[in-house]
């Protein structure tokens, strides 16, 4: 049986709003695709494993957390870069997206830099934007934020918010994937909630594998779930 190796950075200093949902996510499907998924914990000050390996996942955290987490990762960088460059996949939700963008400019003005893996770059404004949200190809989910994102240049967004309960969010365009790196601010948590881009995700490891008629009732679930903010948004 071939293994799925996923690297969780951070797990007890990045730990809001449930982002450990995708990892179960990830495993639950993976298990249906015929793979055996192997998580490797690593905190601060802890090193990286010597095995690359497929997917590193960051999820989301306090802007405090954040920072001491952007000082260790400045360590990791170079190897990083090197695992990303040889294959290695990298799932980013919330402060993680900040953590991989170029960098996340501070209100007092300082700048968190980051590990230049998109090409946007972060800034925290005065006011969050807190809605559920219905976006294009499918997905749907909650946005909780208060960054605003530059793009180096449009094309490497997952999805835009068509609709929303907080309208200002309607517009907003969500994330980055490149078929290395996917990030993205939507919550529910993320890959639950859209487990087509779980199935996406990994995909871009394990490109031949065939799906399990075993995932229909999670489909169905969380198919129902989109369905019912769609209709709260839209209402």
Sequence with gaps: MAELAI???????????????NLIALKVRAANFGLKVRILNVELSEPLPTKRPHIVFLGSGTLGATKVAAEDLASKGDLLHRWVTDGTKVLAVGSGFDLISQGLQLTDGDFIQGLGLTNTTHSITPNYLVGEVELTKGIAGFINSNRAIS?????????????????????????????????????????????????????????????????????SLASKARKAISIRVRS
């Design 7 to 21: 690297l969780h950075l951070y797990p007890n200093t990045l730990k809001l709003n449930g982002e450990v949902g």
């Design 151 to 219: 793009r180096g240049h449009a094309g490497f967004e997952i999805a835009t918010v068509q609709a929303s309960d907080e309208k200002a969010l309607i517009g907003y365009l969500d994330g980055y994937s490149d078929g290395k790196v996917m990030a993205s601010n939507v919550q529910g948590p993320l890959l639950p909630m859209n487990p087509q881009l779980a199935d996406l995700l990994i995909s871009w490891v394990f490109p031949k594998l065939e799906k399990s008629s075993s995932l229909r009732t999670l489909d």
